[in-house]
């Protein structure tokens, strides 16, 4: 009775003890279910990600700085929309000054391919006469955008003796006379002509547009055309060509003050500009003085 009692009395001891067995070889089972899982890896960083998110961050905001006309760190160049090398921000024509407003190309529509690169350029000593006129407009950026009122905003800024200049560089192969035929059609197809085209003075001021680019020859791409209004108007052709390092070539001067008007109405202004591109481009320029 004694052993009895006493293997009964054993065998709650026996089964408590076996239970951290069972424990430990559910833990065990458990390890080993959980060991079959792949470990979980930190994410590896994408440098070259990055990289492109920060350059795309820093081109919108050069993008900005440079459409709001504000002048960018060591930067003395523009690229316009079209092949070409970057027009310079200034340029010098018989010892006068101008900053670039605006670039753009001049395209054939018909046949949808770029004829040249020009840049629109403003002399630097009418910038403070240009704003001030600019600012006695209330909706600027509106009256510029719009084709009707447009002209009446560039019309005001020639007929106060504010000056432009044009840049014009071929991305292919050219000659005199297909630049003559363009600018001829620019200052005879602006709206305005048809107001001061029977006029004398006129006339002869298309004679000298066309003398100064009668010659046979041609015009390699890049090379450069630049026609600025100088003192009174009068309108300032001269020729570079794209590697030389000499003084420019003077094509010849048009003494009559309108048809530098014409030109330059037709560039900046109207439903059909010459070039859409350099029109708003300017119109961008010109906002920000």
């Keep these: ?18 239970q951290p067995a069972v424990l430990g070889g559910a833990m065990r089972a458990a390890s080993r279910s959980y060991a079959t899982y792949p470990a979980v890896k930190p994410k590896k960083s ?32 523009i690229q316009p929309p079209t092949k070409c090398d970057p027009f310079p921000r200034k340029i010098d024509v018989r010892g006068e000054k101008y900053s670039v407003i605006g670039v753009g190309y001049r395209a054939v529509t018909f046949m949808s391919f770029h004829v040249y690169a020009l840049g629109i350029y403003i002399a630097e000593k009418d910038v403070s006469k240009a704003r001030k006129i600019l600012d006695s407009i209330a909706d600027l950026s509106g009256a510029l955008a719009d084709p009707e009122s447009s002209p009446d905003v560039i019309g005001h800024l020639l007929d106060n003796g504010v000056r432009f200049a044009v840049r014009i560089v ?43 680019f009668s010659r046979k020859r041609s015009i390699p791409k890049g090379d450069v055309i630049t026609i600025a209004q100088v003192d ?17 070539e003077e094509l010849g001067l048009v003494a009559h003050p309108g048809v530098g008007r014409l030109l ?26």
Aim: net charge positive; aromatic share 8%.
């Design 1 to 18: 009775m004694f052993r009895r009692a006493l293997i009964s009395f054993r065998a709650p001891v026996t089964r408590s003890l076996a």
């Design 46 to 77: 994408h440098p070259f990600r990055w990289g492109m998110i920060i350059g795309l961050a820093i081109g919108v905001g050069w993008a900005y700085v440079d459409r709001h006309g504000l002048e960018l760190e060591q930067d003395d160049k």
């Design 170 to 212: 071929p991305v292919r192969n050219t000659d005199f006379l297909h630049i003559r035929d363009g600018l001829v059609r620019s200052v005879t197809g602006n709206p305005a002509f048809k107001a001061l085209g029977n006029s004398e003075d006129v006339g002869q001021g298309l004679n000298e547009l066309k003398q100064a």
């Design 232 to 248: 009174d108007g009068k309108l300032y052709c001269e020729y570079a060509l794209k590697a030389s390092q000499s003084e420019p």
């Design 264 to 289: 330059f109405l037709q560039y900046l202004s109207g439903k059909n500009p010459n070039s859409p591109t350099a029109s708003k481009s300017s119109h961008d320029g010109l906002v920000s003085l």
